[in-house]
């Protein structure tokens, strides 16, 4: 079976400094990992995913996430963060022999203070 | 061009009461999945459906649940005899996948459907 676990409820951050948001996995084969976003009363929004290849992944907003394999884990991150990216993150997985919807963690609450 | 949309966007039903959500894909897409999100929790899978055939229903939490697609278009998911552990947001997600691949296409969520079972 596959799992995903944000291991942080909530990430408080002061606007300007950098965050990461973190993610580890379990997967059969070689994983495929996606970040999201959701905003209040809103579906959920694609950031970026990993698929292959270059290990550091860039996306949506200024986003990026690396990804390590030896460590299990996807965290997502950006250099400068701002307060508008308040919000929750979910990531999530697929691999082979999984069912063929995606496997998500908890999320995280990312709070970015002025 | 449009997302994914759904309906109703806020659903209120008495206990044991059926209701139907609907989900209207990206124009295209031909994969449609169905989430729950609970309270404080993650995205539950669903079912998913390549065109209007469901190979995977491996999601469903029980046989009060069930769903259909209209070819690769709209699709309803039915909840006979709510209980009140059924109140969640209910999402749809689409994408182009094609049959027989693609474990890595991006699916694209709708706004959701809340539902709340007194």
């Known amino acids: 079976a596959q799992s995903v676990a944000q291991p942080e409820d909530q990430v408080n951050v002061a606007e300007g400094n950098p965050l990461t948001v973190k993610c580890t996995y379990s997967?059969?084969?070689?994983?495929?990992l996606f970040w999201y976003v959701q905003y209040p009363n809103r579906g959920l929004q694609f950031l970026l995913k990993y698929i292959t290849g270059d290990n550091l992944v860039k996306g949506s907003y200024g986003f990026e996430a690396e990804f390590n394999k030896s460590q299990t884990s996807f965290h997502l991150k950006k250099p400068s963060a701002l307060v508008s990216d308040s919000a929750l993150y979910f990531c999530?997985?697929?691999?082979?022999?999984?069912?063929?919807?995606?496997?998500f963690g908890k999320g995280t609450h990312l709070i970015i203070q002025p | 061009g449009a997302g994914v949309s759904q309906s109703p966007s806020n659903k209120v039903t008495e206990k044991g009461k059926d209701v139907e959500l609907r989900c209207d894909p990206i124009s295209g897409h031909t994969a449609l999945y169905w989430y729950r999100q609970r309270l404080g929790q993650g995205l539950e899978f669903l079912i998913y459906f390549q065109g209007n055939s469901a190979p995977d229903k491996s999601g469903l939490p029980s046989d009060r649940f069930s769903a259909e697609r209209t070819g690769e278009s709209v699709s309803t998911l039915t909840i006979q005899r709510t209980q009140q552990e059924d109140s969640a947001v209910y999402l749809c997600a689409s994408s182009p996948r094609r049959s027989g691949g693609a474990l890595t296409d991006t699916q694209y969520f709708g706004p959701g459907t809340r539902l709340t079972v007194l």
């Open positions: 999530a997985v697929r691999g082979l022999g999984g069912a063929d919807g995606l496997t």
């Open positions: 997967v059969s084969g070689n994983p495929y």
